[in-house]
């Protein structure tokens, strides 16, 4: 067993942990990044496909940046977010995050008059050189600026628990390096979890191989508080076959340097969503296509997975090549672009909801443990933001360190974490493959937690899940028992997590009886201002949990009626 | 019988291209595929090769594949993947002898998947990319600015920064690492290898970059052992032109940066602009210089098989084509 120890363990290696632990170091505090995957490599953060401009950064006007506020209150967070958070990081996405990667090196598109390139419209954006692809170059760049830093990384390196030091207060984690099979051990003063907010926890996922709910249940079996896990974001333009593609997206936001953007059509051919003429203000307008598509599906004119297609049809192929990588998937499949569509389907993708943090600070609700990015409840995750995250976290962390004790190898948690992997890594004659176990789960949180649900259905969830754990995690068993290169062990491991966060969002599913945004329940269709424009709570108690509503500061914007259809409100 | 105009530097990619719409409909949904795949586990015995009947399934990429396999019939399988959308570049593997990426590439009737070459295999098709995250780290392929950053956003075209932009779409998924023949040579040469210099060339590139920053890291990348067989360029996903857009310009950035590095490469340019020809005899005479004597063997034996020709080196300095080729490298020795 490798044992490390550092000021602070930083969970991640996406944009938030990354970022944590550059402005970690600046202010002279050591830290390590455990990433499960590979740092800046692995993760949501690679997805971002265009970077929005907030306030009056590069000629926006007033206009502008308040439809950026709006969009991302009511669009992206249906007024479930703290509205004071939003302002502060919209400033800083000014002031700080634009100057500060270009600085760094990062290029954002010019045209070949020098000129930034952005896509038109009430919210703007630009791309990291190409739209489409941003993710990957500012990925890129971070994963860079830690090796530059020399800040210690240990990759491919599962997090399966968080370590308490004698007060009770996070202190470490322990992992399994899924490469050589070494157990490590991480000593802090305090655990920064930044594990993203997609898991791959339904049939389609648009999370990467290695998301399983990590963070938030080894969050929760500490007792950590959450909030609006049942807000759940699907993205409904992703591309319906072949499977390793579920989460290839037919980007429908608007693109650089064009008038137009992509356009949804039902299996008779009618067009049904076309951001630029349905709703200008979306500007990413994930749920409003959600909800289109959602009627087209009562019509009986489409499906949750398939029967629906996307494309670009109405454009020039160069117009739509110019700046971004859309052409790319079409081709690649022998389809003509742009003349062709392609099939579509709806994909699980971000949750809104998560841990319960403390904005100023990043605190969660146990002392030694912060949050950072997609992973916190107090927003949904655009790169931009889950960076501000990072800073935050950093200051938290920072200002509360002369008060955070180093930890101690907590033997006896060591042993009892050693023991219960171990126990995950056995070959029984009649077993059954964790990744079978996976499917399974996914298979129940697709068709009873979908898009659409109620409390039957629901119910039956957690049926099945209470099933998975009596039936099949006693049986799972893995045909290769070395631990070394062990994906199966891996996906044990995985397993158990899964279990744990499906339950508390089923759960927490269950709790919240109205529909909003994503979030649709058949049998309470309509958005209810006045009891649920609430945080949904989510505390542990000896013998489970129970819900607490909590207001939202509504001081910016608020929602302008009490009650409605949710398939009638735009946003 | 007329000569057909061929770009030798699209040969890989048009074959490509021209096939991506049969690839993707030669089989029909529930045919099986024959999957051979090359396993490894040091502690089970080592190499083996193990057959794999699997299901088509519409546009099925070479990773459904390999996911079918490991759900249903080798659940032990062992091969990297994270996003299955190429972008994190983890999922190369090579199938027919080809490198591709596992999420992005068709299926074939019948292919054989094996592990990429150059790195350490660590169990099945899992490579072990240290080798290339050390070269690239001793590359320090950061931007260092020579003068204070201007503020955003900063003085820039896409024009300055065409070739970097092409080195930006690269995702590390080191198939041209695996597939260049130079760096199949191990430690025989000093080269980073392409993957390392497109990874470099994102900020060596860039003209915000300092010149002398760049020459330190181009130092270290022996890149005038690149033999420019465009191996890289063919078998690439992002469909980089690596040689002409980014290994090209290294090595002219290098060659005047650091003309020593370049000895090489600088006499051949100005042998060819001086007598419209290679001429080898007159090349191992500037590049070995006095050396030359010290490896008399080797030269004798090159004089031998007929590889140089003292006469045509020291009597017959210049062929019709001299006009032309001064014309078209000048007579500077830069390349």
């Not at chain 2, 040969?11 to 993707?24: F, M, S, V, W, Y």
Request: glycine share 8%; net charge positive; proline share 5%.
């Amino acid at each position: 067993m490798k044992v490390v120890s550092t000021d602070v363990a930083v969970i991640g290696g996406g944009a938030a942990g990354c970022y944590a632990a550059l402005e970690l170091q600046r202010r002279g505090v050591a830290s390590v990044i455990v990433c499960k995957g590979l740092v800046g490599k692995s993760g949501a953060s690679l997805f971002a496909g265009n970077l929005v401009l907030s306030g009056r950064a590069l000629g926006n006007t007033e206009d502008h940046a308040r439809n950026t506020a709006e969009f991302l209150i009511k669009y992206h967070n249906q007024f479930l977010i703290d509205q004071q958070w939003a302002r502060r990081c919209g400033q800083w996405l000014e002031n700080v995050y634009y100057p500060e990667l270009e600085q760094a090196g990062l290029y954002l598109r010019r045209d070949d008059d020098g000129n930034v390139v952005t896509s038109p419209g009430k919210i703007r954006s630009v791309a990291a050189n190409v739209q489409g692809n941003s993710g990957v170059p500012f990925m890129d760049l971070r994963r860079k600026q830690v090796i530059r830093a020399g800040i210690p990384r240990l990759e491919e390196t599962a997090v399966t628990a968080l370590l308490r030091k004698r007060d009770g207060s996070v202190g470490g984690v322990f992992g399994l390096n899924t490469i050589t099979g070494e157990y490590v051990v991480v000593l802090a003063r305090a655990v920064i979890l930044a594990t993203g907010y997609s898991d791959r926890m339904h049939k389609r996922s648009t999370g990467t191989r290695e998301m399983s709910g990590d963070g938030i249940a080894m969050a929760w079996r500490l007792g950590a508080t959450m909030v609006n896990l049942e807000m759940q974001w699907w993205h409904t333009n992703d591309i319906a076959d072949p499977p390793s593609w579920q989460r290839m997206q037919v980007y429908p936001n608007p693109m650089l340097g064009s008038e137009k953007s992509a356009r949804m059509v039902n299996s008779l051919g009618e067009e049904f969503f076309n951001q630029q003429q349905d709703d200008p203000l979306a500007y990413g307008p994930y749920t409003v296509q959600l909800k289109a598509l959602a009627k087209q599906v009562h019509a009986g004119k489409a499906r949750y997975d398939g029967g629906y297609f996307a494309g670009f049809d109405h454009c020039d192929a160069q117009e739509v090549d110019a700046y971004t990588t859309y052409g790319k998937s079409y081709r690649q499949l022998g389809l003509r672009f742009p003349q062709d569509l392609v099939e579509t389907a709806v994909t699980a993708h971000y949750r809104q909801g998560g841990i319960d943090v403390d904005t100023h600070t990043m605190r969660s609700s146990v002392p030694g443990l912060y949050v950072a990015g997609g992973l916190g409840g107090h927003s949904n995750g655009l790169i931009g933001l889950a960076t501000f995250d990072g800073r935050v976290v950093a200051d938290g962390v920072t200002a509360d360190l002369p008060q955070l004790t180093p930890c101690d190898l907590p033997e006896q948690q060591v042993d009892t974490e050693r023991r219960r992997i171990e126990a995950l890594r056995v070959a029984r004659p009649d077993g059954v493959s964790p990744v079978k176990v996976k499917e399974t789960i996914r298979a129940t949180m697709w068709d009873k937690a979908g898009v659409e649900k109620d409390a039957a259905s629901l119910r039956a969830a957690l049926g099945d899940i209470a099933d998975i754990r009596l039936d099949l995690l006693p049986r799972m068993s893995v045909s290769r028992t070395a631990p070394s290169a062990n994906y199966e062990w891996l996906d044990a491991i995985d397993v158990v997590n899964m279990l744990d966060t499906c339950e508390l969002i089923v759960q927490s599913s269950l709790e919240r009886q109205e529909s909003r945004g994503p979030f649709m329940r058949r049998d309470f269709p309509r958005q209810d201002n006045e009891r649920w424009l609430v945080a949904s709570v989510m505390k542990r108690t000896e013998n489970g949990f129970r819900f607490e509503h909590r207001p939202y500061d509504l001081s910016i914007f608020k929602p302008d009626f009490t009650t409605k259809d949710n398939l009638e409100v735009a946003w | 019988m007329t000569n057909v105009d061929v770009d030798a530097r699209r040969l890989g990619q048009d074959e490509r291209h021209d096939t991506l719409a049969a690839r993707n409909t030669r089989l029909a949904i529930g045919e099986m595929l024959a999957v051979r795949v090359r396993r490894f586990d040091a502690e089970a015995g080592g190499a083996a090769l193990q057959d794999f009947q699997v299901p088509y399934r519409k546009w099925m990429r070479v990773l459904d594949a390999l996911n079918w396999i490991a759900e249903n019939a080798a659940t032990d399988l062992a091969y990297r993947w994270f996003c299955g959308s190429k972008m994190c570049g983890t999922c190369a593997v090579r199938m027919n002898g080809r490198e591709v990426l596992a999420c992005w590439e068709a299926v074939e009737p019948s292919m054989t998947i094996e592990p990429l070459r150059n790195l350490p295999v660590i169990r099945d098709l899992l490579v072990d990319r240290s080798p290339f995250d050390r070269k690239l780290a001793e590359l320090e392929p950061w931007l260092e600015r020579p003068t204070p950053y201007p503020g955003f956003p900063e003085p820039l075209s896409h024009k300055d920064i065409k070739n970097a932009s092409k080195a930006l779409d690269c995702i590390a998924c080191l198939a041209c690492y695996s597939a260049c023949p130079v760096i199949g040579l191990g430690n025989l040469t000093d080269f980073a290898g392409p993957a390392p210099l497109v990874q470099l060339g994102q900020t060596a590139l860039d003209p915000r970059n300092d010149a002398a920053k760049v020459a330190r890291s181009l130092e270290r990348t022996g890149i005038f052992n690149c033999v420019s067989c465009y191996k890289c360029e063919e078998v690439c996903p992002a469909s980089i032109p690596i040689v002409t857009r980014v290994i090209e310009p290294l090595k002219a950035k290098a060659a005047s940066l650091r003309p020593a590095t370049a000895t090489h490469s600088r006499a051949l340019r100005a042998i060819v602009a001086a007598r419209g020809r290679v001429d080898p005899g007159a090349l191992v005479l500037r590049v070995q210089g006095l050396r030359a004597l010290v490896n008399l063997p080797r030269v004798l034996r090159l004089f031998m098989r007929g590889k140089i020709d003292p006469i045509k080196t020291f009597l017959k300095r210049k062929t019709p084509a001299a006009g032309a080729a001064e014309r078209l490298l000048g007579r500077g020795d830069s390349p």
